[in-house]
T-cell receptor, first 113, second 116 residues
Framework: AQTVTQSQPEMSVQEAETVTLSCTYDTSESDYYLFWYKQPPSRQMILVIRQEAYKQQNATENRFSVNFQKAAKSFSLKISDSQLGDAAMYFCAYRGYGNKLVFGAGTILRVKS | DSGVTQTPKHLITATGQRVTLRCSPR?????VYWYQQSLDQGLQFLIQ???????AKGNILERFSAQQFPDLHSELNLSSLELGDSALYFC???????????????FGQGTRLTVV
């Protein structure tokens, strides 16, 4: 079975600085997607960014980018120019052939002004 | 707005009771997923439907059941409720795929269930 591990329960970043959230996963599948979801205090689950496993190029969405290392099964999220509104719980998620989303335990991101 | 609608937003009920949570997926999405998020915990996959058929089951209790109707909306039924069933229940939808891997899933705002 696929597993997703987020080893950082909490992270802090100063406003306008850059922070990287870590995620590793375990799978024997060759085709899959990886995602980062944001859950603010409202508890809404918001898709931040996605990465297709067969694409070597790292995905980017404005201030959010990923570092996808397929051989190492690593998928980190970099947030540049952090803003107060970025404070939330961030979940890394995997989707393979079974098509269910497998989530990591989450990382709480705190942004200091 | 993700396009996924869940009702009700909040539900308070007593132990032993039965409730039904409803989910309308995004227009065109064939797959529906249900997740449970207890306080300060991650998301636990419960069950998945694709075009009316059950596709996968996760950690869903026997007291819980779900279905997806011909119009593609889905309902999650929770019965003989216990205090420990208090949680945020999410529905998510995606385009769906017969074979291959589906793309991103979009989440509803969740139903917050409180069992007292």
């Amino acid at each position: 079975a696929q597993t997703v591990t987020q080893s950082q329960p909490e992270m802090s970043v100063q406003e306008a600085e850059t922070v990287t959230l870590s995620c590793t996963y375990d799978t024997s599948e060759s085709d899959y997607y990886l995602f980062w979801y944001k859950q603010p205090p409202s508890r809404q689950m918001i898709l931040v960014i996605r990465q297709e496993a067969y694409k070597q190029q790292n995905a980017t969405e404005n201030r959010f980018s990923v570092n996808f290392q397929k051989a190492a099964k690593s998928f980190s999220l970099k947030i540049s120019d952090s803003q107060l509104g970025d404070a939330a719980m961030y979940f890394c998620a995997y989707r393979g052939y079974g098509n269910k989303l497998v989530f990591g335990a989450g990382t709480i991101l705190r942004v200091k002004s | 707005d993700s396009g996924v609608t869940q009702t009700p937003k909040h539900l308070i009920t007593a132990t032993g009771q039965r409730v039904t949570l409803r989910c309308s997926p995004r227009s065109g999405d064939l797959s529906v997923y249900w997740y449970q998020q207890s306080l300060d915990q991650g998301l636990q996959f419960l069950i998945q439907y694709y075009n009316g058929e059950e596709r996968a089951k996760g950690n869903i209790l026997e007291r819980f059941s779900a279905q997806q109707f011909p119009d593609l909306h889905s309902e999650l039924n929770l019965s003989s409720l216990e205090l420990g069933d208090s949680a945020l229940y999410f529905c998510a939808s995606s385009v769906g795929s017969r074979g291959g891997v589906d793309t991103e899933a979009f989440f509803g705002q969740g139903t917050r269930l409180t069992v007292v």
